[in-house]
């Protein structure tokens, strides 16, 4: 995981795009608190091998 377990709901309230890619170990993008990512209107996600899931 990317992010901590706990985020802050406000905590990525301004981000607009996110890019994430070459992350061979990764299994989640976003922590299970989705509402700090609300205004995101952009995520390129590759080559992630082991992706499980998102949010």
Known sequence: MIWQ???HADSFS???SLTVENYEKLLT???STEAAF??????????LKNLEMIW
């Open 29 to 31: 993008v976003f922590p």
């Open 14 to 16: 301004k981000l607009k």
């Open 38 to 47: 609300l205004n995101l209107e952009e995520l390129t996600i590759t080559h």
């Open 5 to 7: 377990s706990k985020v």
